[in-house]
């Protein structure tokens, strides 16, 4: 079993530290991945060191970069973060030496490819999912579009499958070079790994087809690569949708089947969303998501990290207080404070430490 939070008085559950593998974190606050569509190449920039930089000093524990592609045509926009070259490592790096060098928090980065749902545009542009005119080469286990508006995917053959393995341990290889603390290996969300997974987009025939053990052949070919790529000290966390919200697709027993699978494989945590395999949407209210994650964490007992609409200390500290999940992770949250860890312990009264150069600024008491 996960360990339970240390629950001593004086510290607040969602600010009591936790270990994956030999990665120390300060806290239980995680900064979701959030997609800046602000590269240049895939080539991150200022955007990236000021967007995750201030996060980090905001406190949260661990912070993870945006889907980053591990292949020019696996991004949803030309402007994707990318790690698919060489060229791209030095400007992560400088991402997370300012992390480093400034703040308690470590980084992360998630890995991914759009699959289907590349090639969609900027999301300030497009406000639909209509497939933009890149020209990128839209791949997906079975050739069915996304929405009716979307192109229809190119079927990935096997050659072309059997590389892909390849492409993320690169991928993983240049995330270390760069000094990321943890990988987020993006299995979710209907992007190509998830979109092998669901029932709903992989019609296939053949061995990365059909029951689940083959619908997950790709997902875990990939997780092994990565895994022995990435060192061993440092976790792999895993985010998966959970259930697809759709009838056919899947529902939390199969998320438990695919942790267990993850689990076995050698992942450290999952991070626990839901749905946009296909257009139905999930109830956006409440911590809807949050039961996704007790569910899966009573029954494999791997770390689990809570995601959805969690904005405030009282929720987090009952996520992490009553056992429902190892790590809050939150995304708009963090879009509308920065400060959002900071601004908790304030609070509620606990002593955080500021970074050195505030120092004399933490001090601060209004009023005064
Ligand atoms: C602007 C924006 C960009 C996002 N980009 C990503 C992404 O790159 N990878 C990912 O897994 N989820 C992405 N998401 C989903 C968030 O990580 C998160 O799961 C979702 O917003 C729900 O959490 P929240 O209610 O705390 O925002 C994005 C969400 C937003 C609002």
Request: with cysteine; charged share 25%; hydrophobic share 40%.
């Amino acid at each position: 079993m996960a360990p339970n939070p240390d629950t001593d008085e004086k510290t607040p559950p969602m600010f009591t530290p936790f270990k994956l593998r030999g990665l120390e974190l300060i806290n239980r606050v995680v900064m979701s991945p959030l997609c800046m569509y602000s590269a240049e190449n895939g080539v991150v920039g200022d955007w990236h060191v000021v967007h995750l930089g201030s996060r980090a000093i905001g406190g949260a524990g661990l912070i993870f970069a945006e889907m980053t592609a591990v292949h020019p045509d696996g991004r949803i926009s030309i402007r994707d973060a990318g790690i698919w070259d060489d060229k791209h490592t030095a400007p992560w790096k400088r991402v997370v030496d300012f992390v480093h060098e400034h703040t308690e928090s470590k980084i992360g980065i998630q890995l991914g490819h759009a699959g289907r749902k590349a090639d969609t545009g900027l999301s300030w542009v497009r406000g639909t999912d209509a497939q933009m005119e890149y020209g990128f080469d839209i791949i997906a286990p079975t050739d069915i579009p996304v929405s009716e508006r979307a192109r229809t995917p190119r079927v990935i053959t096997h050659e072309e499958i059997v590389v892909l393995p390849g492409l993320y341990k690169r991928a993983a290889e240049r995330a270390h070079e760069a000094g990321f603390d943890a990988l987020n290996f993006h299995c979710a969300h209907g992007y190509l790994m998830s979109s092998f997974i669901s029932p709903l987009s992989n019609h296939r025939n053949d061995e990365y087809g059909g029951p689940l053990e083959n619908r997950m052949r790709l997902p875990l070919d990939v997780f092994a690569e990565i895994r022995k790529a990435w060192p061993a000290d440092k976790p792999i966390v895993v985010r998966i949708s959970a259930v697809d919200w759709e009838k056919g697709g899947h529902e939390i027993e199969d998320a438990v089947e695919v942790t267990k699978m993850f689990q076995a494989a050698g992942a450290d945590a999952v991070d626990v969303s839901s749905g946009m395999v296909t257009n139905k949407r999930p109830p956006d209210t409440s911590l809807f998501q949050v039961p996704f994650a007790e569910r899966i964490r009573a029954e494999t007992g791997i770390a689990t990290m809570a995601v959805g609409n969690i904005e405030n200390g009282d929720q987090m500290n009952e996520i992490i207080r009553s056992g429902q999940a190892d790590f809050c992770v939150v995304g708009r949250g963090h879009i509308y404070d920065p400060y959002l860890t900071r601004h908790i312990a304030r609070e509620i009264g606990y002593d955080y430490p500021w970074p050195n150069e505030y120092g004399r600024g933490g001090g601060f008491r209004s009023g005064l």
